[in-house]
């Protein structure tokens, strides 16, 4: 099974959509679009998962490129998500903010 990363979406893209594009290379394990938590909308991009290897190498050829609604897609093999710095108030720089001399 191989993921791919799908960016440049249209806004309006559902994973139902997303799905059913991709359905044209081969057999789609999955398929999600990623939503902002804050305002529920779509950021404009989302992953698919194709079952083999050979299928996914087909997806990314038809859609790398190809113009959907006025976007040029962007179809890629995902890379492992990076671990992040913790969120928080860490008073690690930034204007002085929370750091004072004495």
Do not use: H
């Not at 044209?24 to 902002?36: E, L, N």
């Not at 897609?73 to 929370?98: Q, Y």
């Amino acid at each position: 099974m191989k993921k791919l990363y799908v960016g440049n979406l249209p806004y309006n893209t559902n994973d139902a959509a997303l799905r059913e594009m991709f359905e044209k290379a081969g057999t789609v394990q999955s398929a999600q679009i990623i939503m902002d938590r804050m305002s529920g909308r779509s950021k404009g991009f989302g992953f698919v998962e194709m079952t083999n290897d050979n299928e996914a190498e087909k997806a990314i050829e038809m859609f790398n490129g190809k113009d959907m609604e006025g976007r040029s897609l962007t179809v890629n093999e995902a890379r492992p998500l990076e671990p992040r710095a913790p969120r928080g108030n860490n008073f690690g720089g930034g204007r002085g903010f929370g750091r004072r001399e004495f």
